[in-house]
């Protein structure tokens, strides 16, 4: 069930059949035919199905698939949903390799149309065939001007180019394709449909391996299938092709709506974000981002310093551009003095010589200023890219400033992007589009683009991750008491105060003699998980006579709020060292991706202020140093202030420590929450307060 | 110098000498007489001066301003600058009101430029006669056809409408004219210049006036005058007409190029953001979200519920659409019985009824259903605006669409907004410009737009702050110690600790004794800003001899960090009741905009978190209290977990006695900082226990 490297014969087969080829022209089949044979450049063999009509548009017709001569690589299917089964089984017993089911109206229709598609899903695990769709577009190879699709927009969306697209929705899709009025060009694109095999995950896998792609671009309702995303993620990301996501769900409203409109099964958006951050996945807020960064990611990639430059002849467009670089949090260049010479040279003594580099409107009237000046600060050695912001169109002034730079460009290897930020679109914004440099629509658009291009050579500098993600199915669980969770983070390895269940107020106070005061005494329930807030927690306890005492209180106030709950006794610990950061760490599951590890500073740091930080496992020492830089609190870890430092290094080791516990017995643990796990200062340690584990089965 | 309401011979003159008139085409003054000839609509009486022609175009010409028979009410000045000088010294001498000087060449040229700015300056406030410029491009107004403007795309923008237009920097402001290509109209545009005297303030203050005006926009890289900016905004304000502000130089580098672009003063950004949310201008990102929150607010206001719905026809784009929403904080509306039938009876059994309304495709087949079911959703009581998402461009089917939505807003006063998500931008987008539905350019883009229009309603529901801004000179100032300060702060009504001043540890003992046990003993000098840090401190000290022994140690450590300061004795205090929240609380002067309040919660809250509100002063206790919910860190106020709720109204009090204090006197604080003040549980009040007060002079 790989799925992946099989997709030849899907986008670029040698042979091909039409199931439902068809006379009239509005049809799914007949407008999927006039695609192939009218707008496509198919040099395969193309055979057609129909089961009334010996010949269409001047073809012959087989009646149905099973009399073909020989099995062709592809099947598109275009018969009304009724006749769609059989000729599937038809294409399975020839030997068919892939179908695409453009008919609609199974899973998206009710209970009938689900069985349906579970049957068809049974078919290609059987048989090997692949299946795509159904309720799909089809295929759209661009590069290869292919289109075994039914969409009438095919011949209109034919700018070829690096990117390929594989989305969940055909609108959004389609929408992506039509920037290639602003120069984006794009390698193929499907559409999933409802995903009965084929999801997007193996689109996304197959480009990974798919030489003409080079930036992968998705939109996301729902992941079916964790285990197989990350996969195809990893995939693209050993290929060092981005993939640029946009996932719908981050907030209440847009979870319900994918839900309703694909059916999909969708984790938590956090657990994802961290997910696709993990993996390099830029993720992206709206469908012209998506675009801005793949067309951006396909010129290049930001060099060592990553620093950009601001070129314009417009003094308020320039103030406002630099603006919105720096609330990206991007740095602008210095130039080299040979740079600054040539500017010097070429503009006149009011320009602004600094980056932004304002070379006023003499370039209105010298346009050759432009290459020369604008090419000086491409080939810059401290710049990796370079901002234009063209607030206007003015006409055929603008044009010829267009061009201007468009020359500039083929003079340097750094990306020149045009900021068009008027809603007039002229003959300069077309030769922008046509020289492949794809405007940015908006300053705040292009700041936010070149922060994700920066971020993502910065991911590309760092080291991949391990494996990730472990998708568990839901099943029952089991929560240990805290005695018994602590003995098995101690067992891994973690720093747990030494503790030990007394079942009598003098079997306590012995208890705390022998270890050491002063002492914690805790009721030791598996049934009782909010224990401080019924009084089933003493702490401080100085004297053996204390610590008995304590025993009867927190008995009495655990049988008087939970008289039902199974008792194992009272747990009495060495009080570990106070002072120091109380952290957060626990280990999840979320039902798409897989086992997630999530910390936070104590207190209001988690609850008021939600300041957390989450990775798939594995996690390890130096992932979790990153997880813990992520978190705005961090400076506290460090010593704020003059604070002493806290004792990172323990921290780091013990959420590596719980993750290689939950690795090393997979499908075991549902949840571990360490709530306090207290950091001290450098060389003190991080002890393990309080835990809830919780076991599978 | 109050500047506003006598702008009227400058947007609509009865009668104008164009100073500068010239036969050459591309000279300012020739196209700015051609502009005045050719293109506009203007029915005064044109006087022509040239020195050395006696007919331009065949117009009769004066050889100087002073030859005219009467005086114009406007005068264009166009000549070089080294004649301006001279024309509107004629100018004012024979009682021109209002002069437009386009010549550029001063203040941005260097020193002698700023001279004759000076000079120019004089003569305005010598005269009466108002001066716009130099440097500006001129007058445009869009509703009356009247271009007093160099600019030849003066006939290209001529989409009138009810937005007025005050901008720093032309380019930016013909950016903003450019979207007439999507529909939005305007009323007058003028960008300011070198501001010798009209400051975008005062054309702010003319729209708030002006009948044909019903959002105003700007953009500002910098205020000259706050107090005369304020004003402005209050007029605008009480005429009900919002103001749309983007203003450059929320960045280190924004505000540096902004600074270097117009020269300008920049203040503090957050200072800025906090006065514009006050005086309910809204401020937006980029040139493009003016653009859409000016045309929304131009087309009304939310009801009262502020819900919205969307509606579409593909179902990937209206699950994004309610993505959106949902991040942005928008509320979608639940709708009455009476519309969801008129769904259910109009749309397919498979479309979405709820909001989202998606009417899947059956819309494209036949759109006559848009008509009744849009209409249907926009006149559902519970509905403020309609989002329609477009993602796509599909020719004449989209423009059946989009004329059936046009339709369908002929019958609904509720703005219907369509968010055209293509880069393709055919026939169905120009009718959606037509008609005056001014598409925004992404789903992303009109969340943010449909919060600000929310938030303009809340905003106007609210009372109006009184008179905000009393903007101070810089000036010598003078720091209190502690002691004098809080006797400042006690005598306005704050909480303070009882305390004297001891000369000596015997003396400290007694005030102990007298006021008190436990005190806190302090080192009292106005030269010694941060006692704790150099040992200055000591609190909690339970007997008179204790007080004794810290009057010799801080004395000592003060003495030894300190050699030099002057030493007023040493602070000897009740220890204020323990617990509660520790708040930061000062007012400080802005140089722009006046004086400021902030507060903050201690710790981490300011020092790391940076989580603060601000205000223009004044603030009264409503006011505080809104300030308060503004901080992240409001619910530790309102107790957290089950804490105690801290004593708001004792808080919200001394925010107000502080504010009422520095109105009280005028011009004499330069700075009050409170931190911390103490703010115990509920009833227990609110103790200033740190204070340092700056006065002026």
Redesign the interface.
Known sequence: MSGFSDLGPLFDPRSVVLVGASERAASVGGRTLANIVDHSDFRGTLHLVNATRPEVRGLPCHRRVADLPSAPELAVIAVPAAGVMEALRECASIGVKVCVILTSGFG??GEEGRAAEAEMKALAQSTGMRLYGPNCPGVTNINKRLGFTFSP?FKDDLRPGPIGLA?????????LM?????GAGFALWCSTGNEVDLQVADFIHYMAGAPDVRVIGT?L?GIKDGPRFLAAARAAAEAGKPIVA?K???????????A???ASLTGSAEVNSAAFRQMGIIEV?????L?DVASLLARGRPGRGARIAVFGS???????A??????AGIV?AEFAPETTAVLAEKLPS?A?LGN?V?TTTVTLTNPAVIEETLAAVANDPAVSLVMLPM????GPVSLTVAERMAAAQRLSPVPLVPVW?????GAAYRHFAEAGMVPI????NAARAFRRFIDRGAWEAGTMPRGLGAGLPDGPTRTLSEAEGKAVLRAAGLAVPEGEIARSAAEAAEIASRLGLPVAVKIASADILHKSDIGGVALGLRTAEEAGAAFEAVARAARAHHPEARIDGVLVERMAPSGGQEVLLSVSRDPVLGQVMTCGLGG?HV???RDLSRRLLPVDAAEAARMLRDL??F??LQG??GAAPCDLEALCAAMAAISALVEARPGEFEEIEINPLRVGAAGEGAWALDAVVTLRG
Do not use: K, W
Not at 249 to 255: F, I, K, L, V
Not at 421 to 425: D, G, K, P, V
Not at 441 to 444: A, F, G, I, P, Q
């Open positions: 998206e229709t927009a989305t969940q929705g055909g609108g959004l899709g389609r929408n039509q920037a290639m009025e602003r939109i309702e946009l719908v769900g981050r907030s209440e409203y847009g979870m319900r709506a994918a309703s409109h694909t807020d709206d469908v012209d981002e675009v417009s003094g308020g467009a320039c103030a406002l630099a603006d919105m670089v720096g609330q602008l009011f602004a932004p304002d607030p206007l169109d003015y930020m008027s809603e007039r679109t629509r908006s300053l705040r209001i609850e008021l202020l705005r609190g400076p506290l704020l202030r």
